[in-house]
């Protein structure tokens, strides 16, 4: 019998943490193809490729991957809290980057060619509320899809096939996308395994409310105006 110990990961991700993870998400536990998915996602975090994985996901799923990034976010921040800011950077750098090559591909497409896409994937529906909203409050807009579960994605395709300007677009993304990523290392960092519970239940919840004070702050301030 070998005496040597047991192989830990770089990252200090356990077993527990990445079935913690993928439970608590309902898509990988009702479909075996996406549990797959979610499994062979965060298996990435017992690697020392952790954050070449963390910024490949957060890039591609600002543009196609249905996995969220904050399901490898919250998993690496958990194995090591220490590192929770500089996985919560590399998050953000790539998922903006990854807005930003989704504009240039809508854009590209154009909006006949994204409504057919988005039909066949069943997002139609998101994208019409992404075109209304970009039409009344484009710079708005994109914060919602940056801070809260709106998809992101659905937006920076949009605002690339209605040609909304691409600066307002990266500066909105700039502003708010670091908001949510760096407020879920935070928690974590700062509260440890208890943070994740809030994080699951109520954290959207929060950045949703957190937006429609934003959104209601603005359009006060319009009507005080006029």
Request: glycine content about 6%.
């Amino acid at each position: 019998m070998s005496d040597k110990p047991p192989s830990r990961s770089p990252t200090g991700v356990t077993d527990e943490i990445i079935e913690s993870e993928i439970q608590v998400h309902w898509t990988a536990r009702a479909m075996r193809p996406v549990r797959r998915l979610y499994e062979w996602v965060l298996g990435w975090a017992e690697t020392k490729y952790a954050g070449v994985a963390l910024g490949a996901l957060a890039f591609s799923e600002a543009i196609f991957f249905p996995v969220p990034a904050d399901v490898l976010l919250i998993a690496l921040c958990l194995g090591r809290p220490k590192r929770s800011f500089r996985w919560a950077a590399i998050c953000t750098f790539a998922s903006i980057l990854g807005g930003m090559a989704a504009w240039l591909l809508g854009a590209y497409v154009g909006e006949p060619a994204l409504r057919c896409a988005m039909q066949w994937i069943g997002y139609e529906a998101k994208m019409d509320l992404a075109l209304a909203k970009f039409s009344e409050h484009g710079f708005l807009a994109v914060a919602v899809s940056a801070l809260t579960p709106v998809p992101y994605m659905v937006f920076s395709w949009v605002a690339g096939a209605s040609r909304f300007p691409l600066w307002q677009f990266a500066l909105s993304s700039i502003i708010f996308r670091p908001m949510r990523f760096f407020a879920v290392a935070g928690l974590v960092y700062a509260f440890g395994p208890r943070a994740k519970h809030f994080i699951d239940k109520y954290f959207n919840l929060v950045t949703v409310a957190f937006m429609v004070l934003v959104i209601g702050v603005v359009v006060l301030v319009k009507l005080l105006r006029h």
